[in-house]
């Protein structure tokens, strides 16, 4: 998916460490999405979570886009014309629709609800995304990956994932990246990552372990979901500090309740990203819009799309200024009597 805003913020952003706090319960903080028109104010809106003010990367996540339920019969529905990724991965999660996906190393696909699909960008990737006519409702997440520096020139790849349900106590999880609850993705990422949807039955409780380094983020499709002492409402994301070995979510409707897990390391170099690259720098960014601008071969060429590939925007008439995440509080739990 494209981030098709006429005046994308130039972000640079860096995780830094504070473990000077200790506790027992995990700290949650509540992130609120923005509304975002994709494809013009008469084209469906998004709702983004990552990147904003206040938290710009849960471990290499650096942006999530929740969409619909939308009734998109009779209208053009998702139309993302051919564009441009450097320094990524984009992960693509639908709950209702189907959605054909074009790219410039010549894969056309569906993104059908349960199914992954991951393309990786590295040094430089182009693709297309359109609603299939017989998609009447469109709903789901737009997920994006930042690469870290060994990687982040990679050759451009594609993957698909059929994750299997996997039934919890009160819950049905479905593993896409990562592992959680004794299931592993075959999907390659190249820092350490989760992501996962989990379906809470109503009134239901669950308790996950969880990977102790990771800092996570619980993003709200549907229903009342309480983290901890934090109650979330539909479209917010919850944030947790790493340390924890469990994480309890309880969904508090009669309802059930479907929520995205994501989970990394937190991500320690720093990152500029403006419109759809990644980069490490102001001269990163300019470059690839450049090279994009003069239908450079660094992107390819996307095939069989029905119309003009997405113009960049404009630069900014700065250079990025730095901006960073919160301290990452690491969670430290009370040691056994009789230890040192």
């Not at 897990?261 to 937190?266: A, N, Q, R, S, V």
């Not at 994009?292 to 700065?318: C, H, I, K, M, T």
């Amino acid at each position: 998916m494209s981030n098709v805003e006429a005046e994308p913020a130039a972000v640079r952003c860096g995780a830094l460490v504070d473990d000077r706090r200790s506790a027992e319960v995990p700290h949650v903080d509540v992130l609120s999405p923005r509304e975002v028109p994709l494809g013009g104010p008469r084209s469906m809106t998004v709702r983004r979570t990552l990147p904003q003010r206040d938290r710009t990367l849960i471990g290499a996540w650096c942006f999530a886009d929740h969409y619909g339920p939308d009734d998109v019969a009779g209208s053009s529905g998702m139309d993302l014309p051919p564009h441009p990724h450097t320094g990524l991965q984009t992960v693509s999660w639908l709950f209702s629709g189907e959605v054909e996906h074009r790219d410039s190393l010549g894969t056309r696909g569906l993104i059908r609800p349960g199914e992954m699909n991951l393309m990786t960008g590295g040094y430089g990737i182009a693709h297309a995304e359109v609603s299939t006519p017989r998609t009447t409702v469109i709903h789901g997440v737009q997920l994006w990956v930042a690469l870290p520096e060994e990687h982040r020139n990679t050759a451009r790849d594609f993957q698909h994932h059929v994750p299997e349900p996997l039934r919890i106590d009160g819950a049905e999880a479905r593993v896409f990246l990562g592992s959680l609850a004794g299931d592993t993705s075959p999907v390659q990422t190249f820092t350490p990552l989760l992501g996962a949807e989990i379906v809470l039955a109503p009134r239901a409780a669950v308790t996950l372990a969880v990977d102790t380094t990771f800092e996570h983020g619980l993003l709200v499709d549907s229903g009342d979901v309480r983290v901890a002492d934090t109650r979330l409402r539909h479209a917010e994301m919850a944030y947790v500090d790493p340390g924890i070995d469990r994480l309890t979510l309880v969904n508090e409707s009669e309802d059930p309740a479907r929520t995205i897990l994501l989970g990394g390391t937190p991500f320690e170099e720093e990152i500029v990203m403006w419109w759809n690259f990644v980069g490490r720098s102001h001269d990163d960014i300019v470059r690839a819009r450049e090279d994009w601008q003069a239908s450079s071969d660094r992107f390819g060429a996307v095939e069989g799309y029905p119309g003009n590939r997405l113009a960049a925007p404009a630069l900014p008439n700065a250079v990025i200024r730095p901006r960073r995440n919160p301290a990452v509080v690491a969670t430290r739990r009370p040691r056994p009597k009789g230890t040192s």
